[in-house]
């Protein structure tokens, strides 16, 4: 049994190497803020979760709270107390054992942490080696062990070459934190108060830090948006093979994104390229080549290949086949083969949409619903002037505008500009000959 533990989660900064309007940990990786990775994990280890917050701090709030409730923010003063020694500064950790993470690593998992909960040092440091240590704080060892964390932009010619690099997360007891994050300076090339700095005060004192050899896969720092699109591959690998294990089926997985809020149940096959995004939920359904399939619910249906399902759609018993658009939709025991557009439309059992059907919902101002029934067919070329109607059991022919707002049971409808032939026009029009 581990000891009680604070986590506190540091999302201050600016994250100014992204390049970008939003907040740094704001980022999306699989579909949710890359904090909102980090809260998960460390709320799976613990009651008490810390997030220090200060740049965009209501949005950065607001994307949390959103998802978890029992999470405390504290706000860094960034401008008398920059630096990730000063994101510290008001935090009150409730308990002994205080494990600091940046809100920039939304790889950790609650397996990955487990290292740094049985240390018996005063500090567990988290390192790793790479061959590119670039862009991260160089850990210098010496034959007692950990001596210090210098910075990229303070490191010397040979400090730089150092691989041990700092990952970023550490395991404190609180009173080495009471006693020396006052002691901290910004004397350096960033004028921060660098958390990092505790590590050589402690040691100049005699107490112990451990080095906790971690991996990247769990630890990568997020500082760029090429980073930040390296550690959704890696992401995106454990959603998949998560599924996969649980008995989705999936042809070319590299190829395959799947959002972290997208459940599967049942028997569900994904061919090549297919995209899932939002709480999608789908229940033995098979998404063929290259569908888009949003925010949205598909049970015991066939989708694709080249459809989009788009938010707010419900497909139950269904068949979509290759380019249909469907947008906020419930569709149930349906057949809509090809190239159609169904928007704002509720079709019932039995009936048949044919090829380039439209539910023409939109007059330029506001969108409009389409209402059909049980045993409808919509010939090809169909299109439905919402607000509409159809009841059950109504044959409409091909290339008909429907324009009543109602149609009632049994009917055909048809609706077609009367045929004219004009003899011998085509060798008249281009001056030829009649055979
Ligand atoms: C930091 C470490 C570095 C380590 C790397 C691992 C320091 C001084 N350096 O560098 O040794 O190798 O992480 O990824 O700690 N933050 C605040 N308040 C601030 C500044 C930053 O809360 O005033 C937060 C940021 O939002 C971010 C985290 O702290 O989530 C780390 O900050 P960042 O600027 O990315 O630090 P690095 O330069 O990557
Ligand atoms: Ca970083």
């Known amino acids: 049994m581990n000891e009680p533990l604070s986590i506190i989660i540091l999302a201050a900064g600016k994250g100014s190497r992204m390049k970008s309007q939003t907040a740094k940990v704001l ?35 607001a994307a949390i709270r959103e998802h978890f409730e029992s999470v405390t923010f504290v706000t ?23 494990l600091v993470l940046n809100g920039d690593m939304p790889l950790v998992t609650p397996e990955s942490l487990q290292g740094f909960l049985q240390g018996g040092a005063d500090i567990t440091m988290s390192i790793f080696d790479l061959e590119d240590p670039s ?10 062990g950990v001596e210090r964390i210098v910075e990229e932009k303070d490191a010397n010619a040979a400090e730089l070459t150092i691989r041990h690099v700092n990952a970023g997360v550490y395991a404190f007891r609180k009173s080495v934190l009471e006693r020396y994050l006052p002691r901290l300076s910004n004397a350096n090339a960033q004028g921060e108060y660098y958390l990092t700095d505790v590590i050589a005060l402690a040691r100049a004192d005699g107490l112990s830090v451990e080095p906790l050899l971690v991996d990247e896969e769990h630890f990568k720092g997020v500082n760029s948006k090429a980073d930040l699109a390296a550690a959704e591959v890696i992401m995106q690998r454990r959603i998949r093979e998560k599924w996969m294990l649980a008995g989705v089926g999936m042809q070319l997985p590299e190829t395959i994104y799947i959002d972290e809020a997208v459940t599967f149940e049942g028997e569900c096959r994904l061919e090549n390229g297919v995209r899932i995004t939002g709480e999608s ?43 249909v658009e469907v947008k906020k939709s419930t569709l149930r025991g349906v057949k809509a083969g090809h190239l159609s557009y169904l928007g704002d439309a509720t079709i019932d059992e039995g009936t048949n949409i044919g090829a380039g059907v439209i539910t023409c919902n939109y007059d330029g101002r506001k969108k409009y619903e389409t209402r059909i029934g049980k045993n409808v067919f919509l010939g090809s070329d169909t299109q439905v002037i919402a607000p509409c109607t159809i009841e059950d059991d109504v044959i409409v022919a091909a290339g008909t505008t429907v324009t009543s707002r109602h149609v009632e049971s049994g009917v055909l409808l048809l609706s077609r500009a009367k045929i004219r032939k004009v003899e011998h026009f085509f060798y008249s029009f281009f001056g030829k000959e009649r055979p």
Request: no cysteine; aromatic share 6%.
């Open 27 to 61: 980022h999306d990786i699989s579909g949710r803020p890359m904090l909102y990775h980090i809260v998960k994990s460390a709320l799976a280890l613990t009651d008490d979760v810390t997030v220090v917050v200060s740049h965009q701090k209501e949005a950065v709030t």
């Open 76 to 98: 860094q003063d960034t401008e008398r107390f920059p630096g990730t020694g000063g994101a510290l500064k008001n935090v009150a950790p409730r308990y002994d054992n205080v």
């Open 135 to 144: 862009g991260y704080g160089r850990v210098v060892i010496s034959d007692v």
């Open 281 to 323: 939920r789908l229940v033995n359904s098979h998404v063929k080549a290259y569908s888009v399939v949003e925010e949205s619910v598909l049970i015991d249906s066939d989708v694709g290949p080249m459809a989009h399902i788009r938010p707010a759609s419900r497909i139950e018993g269904t068949h979509i086949g290759n380019f």
